[in-house]
């Protein structure tokens, strides 16, 4: 069973197994791990990919461990709704199928202008 990693400022905050094939959203809501800031966390989709409120990065690497992006993840990055500089790891967690290990890094700041972060 794949093992997901949730980070929070390159820390690890909780660790999960889930099936193969499970959407990243429902499993992380079902380990009680936030993926949202502030108001998202009751003014979002529910899940339909709408709202863009659940986007994560995936880390080191493990994006290949993914589906590969679906219409609506493709449509929204087109449209420029990922942080500037974090396209290819960016995906909406209410979108995302876990195919193997993920680390996950959650409510990610957004970076309008691809400059890196102040730490």
Known sequence: MPKV???KDGKVTKEIE?????????EALKAQVSLYAGLDALL???GF??????????????????APRGF??????MM???????????????????????????TPPYNW???PAKK
Not at 18 to 26: C, E, K, M, T
Not at 52 to 61: F, Q, S
């Open 5 to 7: 990693k949730f980070l």
């Open 18 to 26: 889930v099936a193969a094939g499970a959407n990243l959203r429902a």
């Open 44 to 46: 979002n989709c529910r």
């Open 49 to 66: 990919g709408m709202c863009a409120t659940c986007v994560v990065y995936l880390k080191n690497g493990t994006a290949k461990n993914a």
């Open 72 to 77: 609506q993840e493709r449509i929204r990055a």
């Open 80 to 106: 420029g709704f990922w942080d500037v500089g974090h396209e290819e790891e960016a995906r909406l967690a209410c979108k995302t199928t876990v195919q193997g290990d993920l680390d996950v890094e959650t």
């Open 113 to 115: 202008f691809g400059e």
